[in-house]
């Protein structure tokens, strides 16, 4: 088994990248294909002591820029480290493709490269959100797609139910709530009142309207919603969690005692942190397509990469596409599965 | 000039309603309708010192629950607090209409008793949120509507600027968002591409495309979106802002070192909270409406009750609607404000 690592994407890279596999390698004995620059890579494999473990450079002349249009990826640059990363699961040489460069082209590679999974139109994002509770919370679509239709979103919860039990193990039946602007059923957009009758349909333990507040309770285990709504609450969500931090911080620097405090309640902070950070579950991965692809953060250090190739491994090890056929053909009525073969 | 106050709305009410509306009357000689049950208000208006003030207390049988649906409050409740004192505002016995009760009833009171200005289609309601930098962001609509048409948007947006210079007296000509997916002109879902050639029409200071990481920023003044994604990121942040200090709080316990420093930072705690709590801006004013309402928080303390009397006051005083109107005359192309006499 191997796994494609676009070793050319992120801040840290290919530093956090070259480091993260060796980590990943290391620990797993599990092969990596290291996509990027053949020179600056193998003298970074050196440089960490990479030798010896299956980890296989391949070089690759181009690379994808933070603000380059997704297209370019798959039209343009087609010796890109991403290009080339996803061609590798294309062609059946990976089997899962790793990214923290630009989401956007990320996603391009995946869904144009490696394809979507035969019947299902619509890939989606699952972002595993930390709650009060000792679990997280499992939000798609959070970007790979804007208008979707009510069809798509009962595709997500099934793809999110799978996540749920086989990723994230967990034991019991996951609660599936789609994301409104009420708890009662009827309220919402025309959106979402025209896919809860159908979630309703299915046999997935649906259990209604989901509000903004439900995303961080632990209510629910998943939460589903188009594309737009999911990436703005995404980005927010991030965004306010370092503003509140840095609010804190500056109010903090005001007084010498509120300083001595912060150093004393520093080691509770870094664990919040440790809680709080997704990239604790190893990134985002895209569901519904023909392959495993794990995006995860720009900021992704190497335990943060190493953390995304395990969760690929277990996507792998798992057969999680399988899972998700057999429960899309199991928990989806008839009518709601007639283009799946 | 009078506010009516329902004065049993909100999770404190009456004692919170009550006392807010004596510390108002005593600060700014401004009268209040306290609506709501005669008996209680009366003998907690003597409690509270209330006497000799510019309050007079409104009789009203009944009373809107936190989770009854917004009909309720216009059709069938006719007697509550809330209806009676919308009914005020519409009779001209008073200029504005202040709760912290259930929000959805009184945005049906605001709506269908005192009605939309002449020629604005949906009111929208703008919550000020909190930022890094000394200044908020209005984000514009957070829940009056879903199913937003590009002309709502549009007209958000003149509600938007409007309310940052003359409520949050802004001296500089406000910058003017549209929240999406992603920075570029052209990103987002059909509602924003559509919006955006319309926004760009306009004489606003229309800065394009803004992510969900904006609103936390301070890059932009305004951010219009369609109430659904607006309401879920309201409801999503004060719930994440809640949850992360708590879970802060959790691992504090775990120690004696990080308890006592959570005791010597408390004061720059309570400095943050004070300043991200956007009560602190008098609560969420519904604009568009032919007269003044605001909604504020249903945890509404008598400060955040005083607080959005005194808002409300200001939008009276401010003349609030005339101005917007000038400004949708002013800013507005011809082909967009058709509708307006």
Redesign the interface.
């Known amino acids: 088994m191997y796994i494609a690592l676009d070793a050319m994407g992120g801040d840290y890279a290919p530093n956090s990248t070259v480091k993260g596999a060796i980590e990943f390698a290391k620990e797993y004995k599990i092969g990596v294909y290291l996509v990027g620059d053949e020179k600056v890579l193998k003298k970074l494999l050196r440089k960490y002591r990479g030798e010896g473990l299956p980890i296989e450079v391949i070089n690759a002349e181009d690379v994808i820029e933070m603000d380059e249009?997704p297209s370019v990826a798959f039209r343009k640059k087609r010796k890109s480290s991403m290009h080339i990363a996803g061609r590798l699961v294309k062609e059946g040489k990976a089997q899962a493709f790793v990214s923290a460069g630009n989401t956007?082209a990320a996603m391009a590679v995946a869904k144009f490269i490696i394809g979507s999974s035969q019947g299902i139109e619509r890939p989606g994002i699952a972002v595993a959100f930390?709650?009060?509770r000792n679990k997280p919370t499992v939000l798609i679509d959070v970007?790979a797609n804007?208008?979707s239709r009510p069809r798509h979103l009962v595709y997500f919860a099934v793809m999110g139910h799978t996540y749920v039990k086989e990723i994230l193990k967990s034991s019991k039946f996951p609660k599936v709530g789609i994301?409104?602007?009420?708890e009662?059923e009827g309220k919402?957009?025309?959106l979402v009142k025209d896919t809860y009758p159908l979630l309703k349909m299915t046999k997935l333990n649906f259990v209604g309207n989901a509000?903004?507040?439900?995303?961080?309770?632990g209510e629910f285990d998943v939460i589903v919603?188009?594309?737009?709504?999911g990436?703005?609450?995404?980005?927010?969500?991030?965004?306010?969690?370092m503003?509140?931090l840095?609010?804190?911080k500056d109010?903090?620097k005001?007084?010498i005692?509120?300083k001595?405090?912060?150093?004393?309640?520093?080691?509770?902070?870094k664990?919040?942190k440790k809680?709080?950070d997704y990239a604790e579950y190893g990134g985002a991965p895209l569901l519904g397509i023909n392959g495993t692809c794990i995006i995860t953060h720009g900021r992704a250090d190497a335990k943060a990469i190493k953390n995304a190739l395990r969760v690929a491994t277990e996507f792998v090890q798992t057969n999680f596409n399988e899972k998700l056929y057999d429960n899309i053909r199991e928990l989806l009525p008839e009518e709601l599965k007639e283009e799946l073969v």
């Open positions: 249009p956007g930390p709650t009060k970007g804007v208008d994301l409104s602007v009420g009662e919402g957009n025309e509000e903004g507040r439900d995303i961080f309770t919603c188009d594309g737009f709504v990436n703005v609450v995404l980005k927010a969500s991030e965004s306010l969690g503003v509140i840095d609010m804190i109010e903090v005001k007084s005692i509120t001595i405090g912060a150093v004393l309640i520093y080691p509770a902070i664990r919040f809680k709080a």
